[in-house]
């Protein structure tokens, strides 16, 4: 089946730095990319669609400028979480669409501390 | 909008049979999947119904009733190794277009017992 990586799959960060995750499709290529965040014990909340080559869509309440999303191509989609605060420690995961329309890929996911 | 109800919480004995409930309130619907999340893992993928009635994937099965917005996921045989959570997922569009994506229930914890 298909494949999608992330990393890291832990990080550790101080407040105030920026943190790149990384999302890749390993054996298909994925115009779309979706980031949940997961806090423990709750459900995936979609942050954003990624879309390659274009700008990403953002879900209500979400800030685009803390963040960043890019594809770059099309295996490859970024998010950057700019200047971290404890609230933004998380499971964040990725996911790509399959060939069909049934089903999503996840990523391993990525736990984020914000000290 | 979108919103989804499942029970927080299910045990069941091994070798038994559970079904998890899953409602909804949308705006607009394509299909409902389920998903498996072992606690520290990221989610897979168990089934889609886009149509009403059963799907089967071996001890898995799932119902979709559309003029009920209501769904299940049945767990047969039950083993050790299905403690997990388990979110019931809708969308309004396929995943491959640009206005799909997926709306999750909050999960039920399936707590399997020997």
């Known amino acids: 089946g298909a494949v999608v990586s992330q990393h890291p799959s832990r990080v550790i960060c101080k407040s105030g730095t920026s943190v790149k995750i990384e999302c890749r499709s390993l054996?298909?290529?994925?115009?779309?990319m979706f980031w949940y965040r997961q806090f423990p014990k709750q459900s995936l909340m979609l942050m954003a669609t990624s879309n390659e080559g274009s700008k990403a869509t953002y879900e209500q309440g979400v800030e685009k400028d803390k963040f960043l999303i890019n594809h770059a191509s099309l295996t490859l989609s970024t998010l950057t979480v700019t200047s971290a605060h404890p609230e933004d420690s998380s499971f964040y995961i990725c996911?790509?669409?399959?060939?069909?329309?049934?089903?999503?890929?996840f990523g391993p996911g990525t736990r984020l501390t914000v000290t | 909008g979108q919103s989804l109800e499942q029970p927080s919480e299910v045990t069941a004995v091994e070798g038994a049979i559970v079904q998890i409930n899953c409602t909804y309130q949308t705006s607009g619907f394509y299909g409902l999947s389920w998903y498996q999340q072992h606690d520290g893992g990221a989610p897979t993928f168990l089934s889609y119904n886009g149509l009403d009635g059963l799907e089967e994937t071996g001890r898995f099965s799932s119902f979709l009733s559309r003029s009920d917005s209501y769904g299940y996921l049945l767990l047969q045989e039950l083993q050790m190794k299905d403690s997990a959570s388990y979110f019931c997922a809708v969308r309004d569009s396929p995943l491959n277009t640009n206005a799909g994506k997926s709306t999750f229930g909050d999960g039920t914890t399936l707590t399997v017992k020997p």
């Open positions: 996911s790509a669409p399959g060939q069909g329309v049934d089903e999503q890929y």
């Open positions: 054996d298909f290529q994925a115009t779309t």
